[in-house]
Every structure is written in structure tokens, then in C-alpha cells.
């Protein structure tokens, strides 16, 4: 299917009426006292409002940011989790996406202190971890994104975060703590049995629900009709919504995706940046050599 967000948006928001928040865009963000911007994708999934993005997985350009940017995405997921990114590539797009106003998350490999750590010092605004299963899990993972005294991560600020700008420490360390975003990976079947604990937690800004392996945990494998993992991803936006954090998914179909929006999912990952040259080469090469035969 070709996608063109425009269209794509205005499926998002048809039943609502249009307000200067559904559109990230043209927030007025405040900055802070080191002259920082507030996180716009924070600031609009808080307002209740829904936001579009995408995961960028093999193009290693820091153009592929300014073209998403430009074409209407609102974040992108750099996964170091399957993909073969190194750091310096990483700092490369995330550098674009701030030129433009593109909210540049990471998918770490795994929940450890350093790969959360590294990752928001060379400028993610904020992280996706993967496979989460137990609270305890879960409070590490804040406490490692987070600088004291709400957590442990250590204070290494690089210029790619404050744009060289000096400014006293105690007001990076609250604007950083409260411009990060941290986003949970629903990926288990242990983790739906959690969810109330590991969504309840202080810190936790979203959870994404990863439909492949969560249809793996539950014995149904890419069976994504399924009732047993549509009411385990339902169970998800239930406890989301009870504690005020937004919840979302990651999917190839649109229209699957505008399902679950319409059940209260906000944090919409719609496909990636192989997906989306894919999808739209394959329509248009259809549509030439049709002509072509005529």
C-alpha cells in the first residue's frame, strides 16, 4: 500500500475537532533555563493527542531523518536492537533529526545501564527497551535514563545535547529528567500478565507493544487476528489508560493500526524506512507497467 501521511493524518483525526495540538509542528514549546526545547512528542502524548512515527532500520544516511521529517512523520525508533548501527551513524541521523524538529528515540539492544545510558548522551530524546517482563526490570530501566536523584545515570552531557550552550547543572539534570522520554516494549506474555505493575511505574512515558514476538509468547506466531493477542494488546491499552501513560504498537498495516487508534492507542509506529520504500516503489512499478501494457 503507497502511503502519504497527509492522507494518513487526516484518517488519525477525522473524528476529532482540529486543535493547534494535533499537530506537532506547530506546538508552542516552552524552553527552559539552559534554553532547551520542551520534548514535543511529551508534550503532545500529555495533551491525550496521538503522534505518527516510524523505525528506521538499515538506511545509514542522516538524510533519511530530514526526509521522514519532511514527508510528516512526527519520531522515529533507531533500532540498535536488530539493525547494524553503530553509535557515530546513530549521532549522525539523530544530529539531522534535531535540525529539523524530528524526535529521534532509540531502540537499545537490551535493558543494561550502558546501552540506555550511551544512547541518550549522543542525543536520543528518548529510548524504547525491548522485552521487558518484570517491574524490577522496568525500575531499573528509569532509574538508568534518569540523573539523580530520581536515578543513576551518570552525568556526561555532550554538545550534540546542550548546542555548546553553558548553563548550571541542577537545571540540566531537571530538564533532561523531565524532557526523556522512556517507552517500555511489550514483547511477553509474562509482561501482559504484569502490566498493571510495570506501567504503574513513575517515569514510564509509553508502552509499544511489539506484535511479533508478543504473538510468538502467546503460541499464535503471525497470527495477528487472533483473539488471544488482540485481547492480551487490549489488556495493554486498559492499564495504560488507568495510569495515564499512552500506549501504541508497531505495524506494517494501516489499517490494523488505525484499529487499535480508535481503541485508544496513541504512540502510532507505522511500518519502517525499508517498508515505506517498498511499499511505495512496488505501487508505482505496478501502476508503470500496467500502463505499459495498455
Request: hydrophobic share 45%; charged share 25%; glycine share 10%.
Amino acid at each position: 500500500m503507497r502511503i502519504h501521511l497527509d492522507g494518513f493524518r487526516g484518517l488519525l483525526f477525522a473524528p476529532r475537532v482540529y486543535s493547534e495540538f494535533y499537530y506537532m509542528g506547530v506546538l508552542k514549546l516552552k524552553r527552559g533555563r539552559t534554553g532547551m526545547k520542551e520534548n514535543r512528542l511529551k508534550t503532545t502524548l500529555r495533551a491525550g493527542n496521538p503522534v505518527v512515527g516510524t523505525m528506521i532500520t538499515e538506511f545509514r544516511t542522516p538524510e533519511i531523518a530530514r526526509i521522514l521529517a519532511s514527508s510528516g512523520f512526527d519520531f522515529v525508533f533507531i533500532d540498535t536492537e536488530h539493525a547494524a548501527f553503530d553509535l557515530e551513524t546513530v549521532t549522525d541521523i539523530i544530529r539531522a533529526g534535531k535540525a529539523v524538529g524530528l524526535v529521534c528515540m532509540v531502540r537499545v539492544p537490551d535493558a543494561e545501564y550502558h546501552l540506555i545510558a550511551r544512547a541518550l548522551d549522543i542525543g536520543a530524546e528518548g529510548i524504547l527497551v525491548p522485552r521487558v517482563e518484570s517491574r524490577e526490570q522496568v525500575q531499573s530501566v528509569v532509574r538508568w535514563a534518569k540523573y539523580p536523584p530520581i536515578g543513576v545515570r551518570g552525568f556526561g552531557i555532550r554538545g550534540i545535547v546542550s548546542d555548546y550552550r553553558k548553563a548550571d547543572v541542577k537545571d540540566w539534570i531537571h530538564e533532561l529528567n523531565e524532557n526523556t522520554m522512556v517507552v517500555i516494549q511489550i514483547e511477553k506474555k509474562r509482561a501482559i500478565e504484569s502490566i498493571d505493575d510495570l506501567v504503574s511505574i513513575d517515569g514510564v512515558d509509553a508502552a509499544l507493544i511489539g506484535p511479533y514476538d508478543l504473538s510468538i509468547s502467546l503460541g499464535v506466531p503471525g497470527e495477528f487476528g487472533s483473539a488471544l493477542l488482540n485481547e492480551a494488546i487490549q489488556k495493554v491499552v486498559d492499564a495504560c489508560k488507568k495510569h495515564g501513560v499512552a500506549s501504541g504498537t508497531h505495524l506494517r498495516d494501516m489499517d490494523s493500526l488505525l484499529f487499535w487508534r480508535d481503541r485508544g492507542m496513541r504512540l502510532l509506529t507505522y511500518s519502517s524506512d525499508v517498508g515505506l520504500i517498498m511499499s511505495s516503489a512496488g505501487d508505482a512499478i505496478s501502476r508503470i507497467k500496467g500502463l505499459l501494457k495498455t
